[in-house]
T-cell receptor, first 111, second 117 residues
Framework: DAKTTQPPSMDCAEGRAANLPCNHS???????VYWYRQIHSQGPQYIIH???NNETNEMASLIITEDRKSSTLILPHATLRDTAVYYC????????????FGKGTKLTVNP | DSGVTQTPKHLITATGQRVTLRCSPR?????VYWYQQSLDQGLQFLIQ???????AKGNILERFSAQQFPDLHSELNLSSLELGDSALYFC????????????????FGPGTRLTVL
């Protein structure tokens, strides 16, 4: 079973920031938070991951709460091409573990 | 483009048949993972290979098998196919340097859509 909880769906206006929440209250100290997205039956696409510090890359920002029990993925300026299912996954590093996908959040970016 | 390639893109076959799906990992990646995505089950891990050796197994049926070759490409063999095997099959790869954080990120291929009639 997935160790994360995400809202099933969210809407966002094009050009606005999309903030996708994820709860992972049972996360352990050596587990990272990973975000992937899947655009309509394409292969899942890696977005970002982090342990406890906030992270930013060219695609998104990841904000992890101090207690690490929840996180938020931020797409700063959503476009129509960001419409996808977003998956939040917790995973150990260094052990080459499988990814356990939950149902994710279906983000719809509206014009 | 993730750098992971999968062939074929689509496969249509009949029940009882056997098929082989192929995956080429990103250059330098030693680990290959196979996932199945069906409408009712979502994305599920099947099996992982690391540098030619089986590393982990998920809910993979006995009718399914996989291997990783010396050039690191991998094949997933599905036999005695049933209607319920119709799904998207994804391959992912990662570098995996043991104990080195940040090397486990998995990059996915575009998938093979299998339809069993």
């Amino acid at each position: 079973d997935a160790k994360t909880t995400q809202p099933p769906s969210m809407d966002c206006a094009e050009g606005r920031a999309a903030n996708l929440p994820c709860n992972h209250s049972t996360i352990s100290g050596n587990e990272y938070v990973y975000w992937y997205r899947q655009i309509h039956s394409q292969g899942p696409q890696y977005i970002i991951h982090g342990l406890k510090n906030n992270e930013t890359n060219e695609m998104a920002s990841l904000i992890i709460t101090e207690d690490r029990k929840s996180s938020t993925l931020i797409l700063p300026h959503a476009t129509l091409r960001d419409t996808a299912v977003y998956y939040c996954i917790v995973m150990n590093q260094g052990g080459s573990e499988k990814l356990v996908f939950g149902k994710g959040t279906k983000l719809t970016v509206n014009p | 483009d993730s750098g992971v390639t999968q062939t074929p893109k689509h496969l249509i076959t009949a029940t009882g048949q056997r098929v082989t799906l192929r995956c080429s990992p990103r250059s330098g990646d030693l680990s290959v993972y196979w996932y199945q995505q069906s409408l009712d089950q979502g994305l599920q891990f099947l099996i992982q290979y690391y540098n030619g050796e089986e590393r982990a197994k998920g809910n993979i049926l006995e009718r399914f098998s996989a291997q990783q070759f010396p050039d690191l490409h991998s094949e997933l063999n599905l036999s005695s196919l049933e209607l319920g095997d119709s799904a998207l099959y994804f391959c992912a790869s990662s570098v995996v340097v043991s104990g080195r954080a940040g090397t486990d990120t998995q990059y996915f291929g575009p998938g093979t859509r299998l339809t069993v009639l």
